[in-house]
């Protein structure tokens, strides 16, 4: 399936579990991707691993928190591929812990990354799309966005900007012909929740196992199993998909 054949496609976080995975799939399918993430390193080797199944990919290396930097990336990413049909808004971050054990430092940071990042690209890339006659914004939200997971409250309210965003955006913006919808998953294999496990003091590998069992399907979710969603709200076959936020969950609920 070459679904994304002369398209162009920018995926923030592009180096993260659930970004690469984007790439990986989007780019198989045709795509041209540009990536964006905060270290050279990491665009280098997921660039070098690309380019040996022959993607055509680019980087633009930055950090979301440079306000200039979220607003220049449409542009420069037009300008490099003289083209933007697709953007994944998939970089994120996590801080946990209950509102008394929030800082103001956790507070600015979330909503600078989860929230404010994923705006400026917004109102950056639309009039481009809408200049081409459309396009397709996807952005990786979280089910913890749209119901209240325990103890993360800053997370869980800044995902929730994200998913009212995403619907607003798909609304006021479909007569344009660009789709904007969400992927919302539960949990994923990825090294933010990793992460987490790990300042807990508990053993990734088996703190995963017990949270496979939590899921009725029986495991928490791959990165790619996420990637295929968000091709899938990226491509034609969600032609008619405008400010859905997909709960992609194993059906476990948020408890
Ligand atoms: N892993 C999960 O269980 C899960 C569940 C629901 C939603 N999500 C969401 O999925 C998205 C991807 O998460 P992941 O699990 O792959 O996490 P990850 O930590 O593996 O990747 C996050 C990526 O975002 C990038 N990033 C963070 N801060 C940045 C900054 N200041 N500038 C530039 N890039 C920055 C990181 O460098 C990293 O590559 C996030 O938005 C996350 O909230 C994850």
Redesign the pocket.
Known sequence: MERFKGQVALI??A?????QAIARKLGSEGAYLILA???ADSLASLVSELQQSEVQVETIVG???NNDYCDQLPNKAFAMAGRLDIIAN?????RRGAITDSSDDDYALSFA??VEAPFRICRAAIPIMAQAGGGCIVN?A?CWGLYPGPDHVIYCMT?SALATMTKCLGRDHAHQNIRVNAVC????D????RTGFKIRGLDPDKAIDTLNRSVPIGRIAQ?QEIADVVAFLASDESSYMCGACVEVNGAKPVY
Do not use: F, R, W, Y
Not at 190 to 193: I, N, Q
């Open positions: 923030t976080g180096c993260g579990g659930i970004g993430d905060q270290s950090n979301l928190l998939n970089a994120g971050l996590m990354i989860n990786t979280s995902k998953p539960n949990e994923v990825t090294p933010m929740l990165p």
